[in-house]
């Protein structure tokens, strides 16, 4: 089965901004919600948008993540299906 881009989708986003670094929940078709740190979004330059890898992340990245934690928590519990 191919993937297709339009059963991709972002729930809910959150981004860094001192370090681009961006947190997203997503959901593919019916599949069950998931958080997925990365990429990181930058300016380039020329002043167009561009994105790379998270890779590994900075002190700054961390505390930013952990001041979310919670509520990022808070929201893919309200994204998962009761058993």
Do not use: H
């Amino acid at each position: 089965m191919a993937f297709d881009p339009e059963k991709d989708k972002v729930l809910k986003m959150w981004k860094c901004e001192e370090t681009g670094l961006m947190v997203t929940i997503n959901r593919y078709g019916e599949g069950e919600a998931k958080v997925q740190i990365g990429p990181r979004v930058f300016t380039r330059k020329d002043g167009k948008e561009s994105q790379r890898k998270a890779g590994r992340l900075n002190i700054e990245d961390l505390e930013w993540f952990y001041d979310i934690i919670d509520e990022v928590k808070e929201e893919l519990n309200q994204q998962v299906s009761p058993e």
